[in-house]
């Protein structure tokens, strides 16, 4: 059987969307559009409060590795219910051919929700900081596998020209390292393998322990239960960025309350 690298088709069939993007709107025309924008809501702020451990609550249709998540998939009671249970920050996947996302979802949460909304996606090209900040975003997620340090440092000064934060990701310690060097923020670190799709807690215990104190930290993939969350608050974590759990349950509320333990 042949093992597919399901990061590296993500990533062609992204580029082709940017193409066709940019064919649509030039960067040029897209820059001006951002002019007088609303301000972004602070979502480095709303996921690091002391004491307590933050929530990312995710919307996605689907992923790679579950197939169709969500069967109903109703974008504006999932987001009344994450508003309901007043989660901290909310992750909208926009990503369309591997998880059902849209770009335009961004907007209709935020009709919805008062948390800042972080834009979940394959940033590939500084188009997309700039479309990010125009469809809404107040955050995006910059994936460390996939960009150089040079294409981390430009797309980080976008984003702080834009007013926009950032969430870097990272899977391993080479990332980590190249992440720390740049004085990041808001470091994710991710359990899952983007190129396999296998998800390992042990990930985030051997990370944790190698990032200085004063960086906010999110977890993200395979957190399941109260236990999960206890544990990696317990651990320091600041936040944690949960999906598949919550777009499963029939009670999107009443799973929030019981995850975190609220």
């Not at 919307?59 to 579950?66: L, T, V």
């Not at 390292?177 to 985030?204: E, M, S, Y």
């Amino acid at each position: 059987m042949v093992k597919v690298d399901t990061l590296k088709e993500i990533v062609a069939k992204k580029k082709e969307r940017i193409a066709l993007s940019k064919q649509q709107l030039s960067e040029e025309d897209l820059k001006l559009k951002l002019i007088g924008l609303a301000p972004c809501r602070p979502f480095r702020e709303a996921i690091s409060k002391p004491r307590q451990i933050s929530l990312i609550a995710e919307i996605k249709q689907s992923s790679p590795s579950k197939g169709l998540i969500r069967q109903n998939f109703n974008l504006q009671e999932i987001a009344q219910s994450y508003q309901d249970a007043g989660v901290q920050a909310v992750s909208v996947l926009t990503e369309e051919d591997f998880f059902g996302g849209n770009p335009l979802y961004i907007n209709a949460v935020k009709n919805i929700i008062a948390a800042p909304v972080l834009r979940k996606d394959f940033i590939l090209e500084s188009y997309q900081v700039y479309e990010s900040r125009y469809l809404g975003a107040d955050a995006v997620l910059l994936i460390a596998d996939l960009l150089t340090k040079d294409k981390l440092i430009e797309f980080m000064q976008i984003a702080d020209s834009l007013d926009l934060d950032y969430l870097v990701e990272v899977h391993d310690e080479k990332e980590l390292k190249k992440v720390l060097n740049l004085k990041v923020p808001i470091i994710g670190i991710n359990n899952r393998n983007l190129h396999t799709l296998a998800v390992d807690f042990k990930t985030t215990e051997k990370l944790f322990t190698l990032i200085p104190r004063d960086k906010v930290v999110v977890v993200e993939s395979g957190i399941r239960n109260c236990q999960d969350v206890l544990f990696l608050k317990i651990l320091g974590a600041s936040s944690v960025l949960i999906g598949t759990a919550f777009m499963e349950a029939e009670d999107i509320k009443r799973k929030v309350e019981e995850v975190m333990g609220w």
